[in-house]
């Protein structure tokens, strides 16, 4: 099997291939736009091509494929995610949406409730290690940015997914699910617009995991004389059941039910030497969990969170680099009948400076974030980056920087018959040290980066025996090795005359978590993380409108089985429209991502796309 892999994985270099230079890749930033090899970190992006050519129906799914990225669900169709990087927790990572903080303060198991629609997405920025001098709040283990923008053109596009799985329902009982998604993109060259809608819906691949999910996005961007005004919405309403999420093992016949309402609007304006950029943003999410579905008088969790947001950053370039400055200000609310009614608000200040020395071959880039928060004080977090042109595309580049986390709601105060909070807990911090470099060579890009993490006070969710609820405590440290490579490949091979391979991406991650714990003996989440993690993606093209994909996962976690997880399409496509047929978890393979969840075992689906212009 590992030979097969390496066939479809590694390209044979004899062939004839197309030549062109991959195109620059930019990486927003939040207040200086840098390309993808000035950036004195490890940064991996998704383009708008690499996702169309993955067998994915969502963004659950899309992440998945992301080397060094650990994304662990809980079902298939989108039921709940946990999203982690470097070993780091569910809550160390920062998800934005066009640069728009989307975390949820009651707890990450809601920072994936997006509702993106997957044909909008331009490109995903994955930002790894610390970034708290750029970003801001709770960018402890690194940032996710998701770009999606309306397309250029007047278009229709409607898709239909059917998929079915092994499972281990009873043997009169069928598993099924399906998916049906639009989008209408429109206006002019000024103001263009788009709307999608999704919904998907299942019967479960195994007692109680049913699922009902829809969601609507909206997304514009107008330019005027004043400036260029956008504007984001969302909502998502997810039912679903939770057999094995949280509370196991009492929770075989558990429900939990999400809505998710997000409203944004942004700005940017150049004057000159100077760009200016804001936002201003809402997100409301309601949370239902009940323990038994069919009573749920004996226990049920209702609770809302509200976050409202504002952001103003500038950049001005100068001779020799760029100055940046920005300000931020958040506010998190909980309304619950199990944690209570809190109020908590952050102020920030950001500064970051990047200097081009040495014929602009030497680039120093530094930043601080300043954070002052009523609930935890003042923070002050600097970061240092370097980058070192040692020739034409061939970069060295060496980070430091610091960052911290706060404790989240369900942290602090939850109260439940398998779980209790902590209203003690102290925020998370740490140091990161990273060297690496990054070759860019035609259509070829290498990145390989080491890096060490020191971290204090990490938050994990313990006990001392079965019997005692879980209760998160502050460890005194944990100390993180870790080594990533990323291959990309975005080519033409001609293998023979009717068969192209399209592209090609590998990864390798490996981690090694060394902590000085509590003097508890059981962990929930500390001993989850990956140690080694390879991700591998291929896509060919054969008489000219066939088209296969094959992607190939391998994770072994410090303390559960190694698995290997392979992932098949092969499609038929024309100018307007296309079908095709999955066939995931083609192993069968047995594993858990996250809690007490078994995945499904092989499962296939078909679909088909249309687009009228």
Same mark, same amino acid.
């Given at each position: 099997?590992?030979?097969?892999?390496?066939?479809?994985?590694?390209?044979?270099?004899?062939?004839?291939?197309?030549?062109?230079?991959?195109?620059?890749?930019?990486?927003?930033?939040?207040? #200086?736009?840098?390309?993808?090899?000035?950036?004195?970190?490890?940064?991996?992006?998704?383009?708008?091509?690499?996702?169309?050519?993955?067998?994915?129906?969502?963004?659950?799914?899309?992440?998945?494929?992301?080397?060094?990225?650990?994304?662990?669900?809980?079902?298939?169709?989108?039921?709940?995610?946990?999203?982690?990087?470097?070993?780091?927790?569910?809550?160390?990572?920062?998800?934005?949406?066009?640069?728009?903080?989307?975390?949820?303060?009651?707890?990450?198991?809601?920072?994936?409730?997006?509702? #993106?629609?997957?044909?909008?997405?331009?490109?995903?920025?994955?930002?790894?290690?610390?970034?708290?001098?750029?970003?801001?709040?709770?960018? @402890?283990?690194?940032?996710?940015?998701?770009?999606?923008?309306?397309?250029?053109?007047?278009?229709?596009?409607?898709?239909?997914?059917?998929?079915?799985?092994?499972?281990?329902?009873?043997?009169?009982?069928?598993?099924?699910?399906?998916?049906?998604?639009?989008?209408?993109?429109?206006?002019?060259?000024?103001?263009?617009?788009?709307?999608?809608?999704?919904?998907?819906?299942?019967?479960?691949?195994?007692?109680?995991?049913?699922?009902?999910?829809?969601?609507?996005?909206?997304?514009?961007?107008?330019?005027?004389?004043?400036?260029?005004?956008?504007?984001?919405?969302?909502? *998502?309403?997810?039912?679903?059941?939770?057999?094995?999420?949280?509370?196991?093992?009492?929770?075989?016949?558990?429900?939990?039910?999400?809505?998710?309402?997000?409203?944004?609007?942004?700005?940017?304006?150049?004057?000159?030497?100077?760009?200016?950029?804001?936002?201003?943003?809402?997100?409301?999410?309601?949370? !239902?969990?009940?323990?038994?579905?069919?009573?749920?008088?004996?226990?049920?969790?209702?609770?809302?969170?509200?976050?409202?947001?504002?952001?103003?950053?500038?950049?001005?370039?100068?001779?020799?680099?760029?100055?940046?400055?920005?300000?931020?200000?958040?506010?998190?609310?909980?309304?619950?009948? &199990?944690?209570?009614?809190?109020?908590?608000?952050?102020?920030?200040?950001?500064?970051?400076?990047?200097?081009?020395?040495?014929?602009?071959?030497?680039?120093?880039?530094?930043?601080?974030?300043?954070?002052?928060?009523?609930?935890?004080?003042?923070?002050?977090?600097?970061?240092?980056?370097?980058?070192?042109?040692?020739?034409?595309?061939?970069?060295?580049?060496?980070?430091?920087?610091?960052?911290?986390?706060?404790? !989240?709601?369900?942290?602090?105060?939850?109260?439940?018959?398998?779980?209790?909070?902590?209203?003690?807990?102290?925020?998370?911090?740490?140091?990161?040290?990273?060297?690496?470099?990054?070759?860019?060579?035609?259509?070829?890009?290498?990145?390989?980066?080491?890096?060490?993490?020191?971290? !204090?006070?990490?938050?994990?969710?313990?006990?001392?025996? *079965?019997?005692?609820?879980?209760?998160?405590?502050?460890?005194?440290?944990?100390?993180?090795?870790?080594?990533?490579?990323?291959?990309?490949?975005?080519?033409?091979?001609?293998?023979?005359?009717?068969? #192209?391979?399209?592209?090609?991406?590998?990864?390798?991650?490996?981690?090694?978590?060394?902590?000085?714990?509590?003097?508890?003996?059981?962990?929930?989440?500390?001993?989850?993380?990956?140690?080694?993690?390879? *991700?591998?993606?291929?896509?060919?093209?054969?008489?000219?409108?066939?088209?296969?994909?094959?992607?190939?996962?391998?994770?072994?976690?410090?303390?559960? *089985?190694?698995?290997?997880?392979?992932?098949?399409?092969?499609?038929?496509?024309?100018?307007?429209?296309?079908?095709? @047929?999955?066939?995931?978890?083609?192993?069968?393979?047995?594993?858990?991502?996250?809690? &007490?969840?078994?995945?499904?075992?092989?499962?296939?689906?078909?679909?088909?796309?249309?687009?009228?212009?």
């Amino acid at each position: 099997m590992k030979r097969l892999l390496l066939v479809f994985l590694i390209p044979n270099f004899l062939y004839a291939q197309d030549t062109d230079s991959l195109p620059e890749v930019l990486i927003s930033g939040n207040r #200086i736009e840098t390309s993808l090899m000035e950036e004195g970190r490890n940064v991996q992006v998704l383009t708008k091509k690499q996702i169309e050519a993955l067998p994915v129906q969502s963004v659950n799914e899309l992440l998945q494929h992301v080397a060094g990225l650990d994304f662990k669900q809980r079902g298939p169709w989108g039921a709940q995610a946990d999203v982690s990087l470097r070993g780091g927790s569910f809550d160390q990572t920062l998800i934005l949406l066009n640069g728009v903080k989307v975390n949820d303060p009651q707890t990450g198991h809601h920072n994936m409730n997006l509702g #993106i629609d997957l044909n909008s997405i331009k490109q995903v920025e994955i930002i790894k290690g610390p970034a708290a001098a750029r970003y801001g709040l709770n960018a @402890f283990n690194g940032v996710i940015n998701i770009i999606t923008e309306p397309n250029e053109t007047n278009k229709v596009d409607v898709h239909g997914t059917f998929g079915k799985a092994d499972g281990s329902m009873p043997s009169n009982s069928f598993y099924g699910g399906f998916q049906t998604r639009g989008g209408v993109h429109l206006g002019s060259k000024k103001s263009r617009h788009m709307v999608g809608v999704d919904h998907m819906q299942s019967t479960g691949y195994r007692p109680n995991t049913d699922l009902n999910k829809t969601s609507v996005f909206y997304q514009s961007t107008t330019k005027t004389k004043v400036g260029e005004i956008g504007a984001i919405g969302s909502f *998502v309403q997810n039912r679903f059941g939770a057999s094995g999420f949280y509370a196991f093992p009492i929770d075989a016949t558990s429900e939990e039910e999400v809505k998710t309402i997000l409203g944004a609007l942004q700005y940017k304006k150049r004057f000159g030497a100077f760009m200016l950029n804001a936002n201003v943003y809402q997100r409301t999410n309601f949370d !239902t969990y009940t323990l038994f579905r069919n009573a749920p008088e004996i226990f049920q969790n209702n609770h809302r969170t509200d976050v409202r947001g504002a952001e103003l950053h500038g950049a001005y370039n100068y001779a020799i680099g760029t100055f940046g400055v920005g300000l931020e200000f958040r506010q998190e609310a909980i309304n619950s009948n &199990n944690l209570g009614q809190w109020v908590r608000n952050n102020a920030g200040v950001f500064a970051e400076n990047r200097l081009w020395m040495l014929d602009e071959k030497l680039g120093l880039n530094t930043g601080l974030y300043l954070n002052q928060s009523n609930a935890f004080g003042t923070q002050v977090l600097p970061s240092a980056e370097l980058t070192y042109e040692i020739m034409d595309d061939l970069v060295a580049f060496a980070s430091w920087g610091q960052s911290f986390r706060t404790p !989240t709601f369900t942290d602090l105060y939850y109260v439940g018959p398998t779980n209790l909070g902590n209203p003690n807990l102290q925020p998370e911090t740490s140091n990161n040290f990273e060297i690496g470099g990054k070759l860019n060579v035609a259509n070829q890009f290498f990145q390989l980066s080491a890096f060490n993490q020191q971290s !204090t006070d990490l938050i994990d969710w313990v006990r001392d025996s *079965v019997t005692v609820p879980w209760q998160p405590q502050n460890y005194e440290a944990v100390s993180t090795l870790g080594v990533e490579f990323n291959y990309t490949l975005r080519l033409k091979y001609k293998i023979a005359e009717w068969i #192209i391979l399209d592209q090609a991406n590998v990864g390798y991650t490996w981690l090694d978590m060394e902590s000085v714990a509590s003097d508890a003996s059981i962990s929930r989440y500390a001993l989850t993380n990956l140690n080694h993690q390879v *991700v591998g993606q291929t896509s060919v093209s054969f008489l000219n409108d066939f088209k296969l994909s094959f992607t190939a996962r391998y994770l072994d976690r410090e303390t559960l *089985v190694d698995y290997w997880l392979i992932d098949a399409r092969v499609g038929y496509a024309k100018e307007n429209y296309g079908v095709w @047929f999955d066939v995931l978890n083609a192993l069968n393979t047995t594993y858990t991502e996250a809690g &007490n969840a078994p995945m499904p075992g092989r499962w296939f689906r078909m679909g088909f796309d249309v687009v009228l212009d």
